[in-house]
């Protein structure tokens, strides 16, 4: 589960709001909220389902018969399937990379490694994810050893973006929030937007997560 100094987290993230209709047109946000919402891409439809059913901040919600899926599996018994947490708890080639993230939405618990319990040499074999297994070299895998991903995320560090109501992710620009962008929105005069900054937690984001699911 997300430990309590994850589920604190948060990141800013700025709004474009119609003030006559306090609507949002757009947001504006810098890498980290956009590293999460890039991290959606990643995620396995096992840790979907469980993610927004549990931690949503709308309470208990489905996504189409995907949750159907999901506690039926959750109910069979082990006689039936060989793999069940594989299911339940799945493990994904981009887990590791988005435990680096600063706000990290999944909740499934860092893979541990391990590495031989000898002095490291040339005949030594690489980490390894099954303790007390046997090095080539005689001696057991039985020191912990932890994996750091690269903390560059996936979005340039210095780069902001305009993200629109549909997801719709591009660099921000003065194009974007022109007059001429205004008026197809259904903006006469700028002088009727407001921005508002907001703190966005695991939780809201989960929300967020949920919205474009169904």
Known sequence: MATGTQAD????????????????????????????????????????????????????????????????????????????????????????????????????????????????????DSICCTSYSYCRCGKLRNRKASLKSSPKGFVNDVATFVITDDLIVMPNSMDYSSFAHLQNSGIKYPCLLKEITVNVTRKKVLHLRYLHCV
């Open 9 to 124: 987290v948060q990141v800013s993230l700025k709004l474009v709001v119609n003030k006559e209709t306090n609507k949002v047109l757009f947001a504006e946000a810098e890498k980290d909220f956009v590293d999460v919402l890039c991290s959606f891409l990643t995620l396995p439809l096992g840790t979907i389902a469980r993610l927004v059913e549990n931690e949503s901040t709308m309470g208990p919600v489905t996504i189409g018969s995907l949750n159907s899926l999901y506690h039926s599996v959750a109910a069979l018994d082990n006689n039936f399937l060989y793999h069940k947490q594989i299911l339940l708890h799945p493990r994904y080639m981009a887990e590791d990379f988005c435990n680096s993230l600063k706000l990290n939405i999944d909740d499934t618990q860092p893979k541990i490694y391990f590495v031989c319990s000898g002095e490291s040499t040339y005949s030594c």
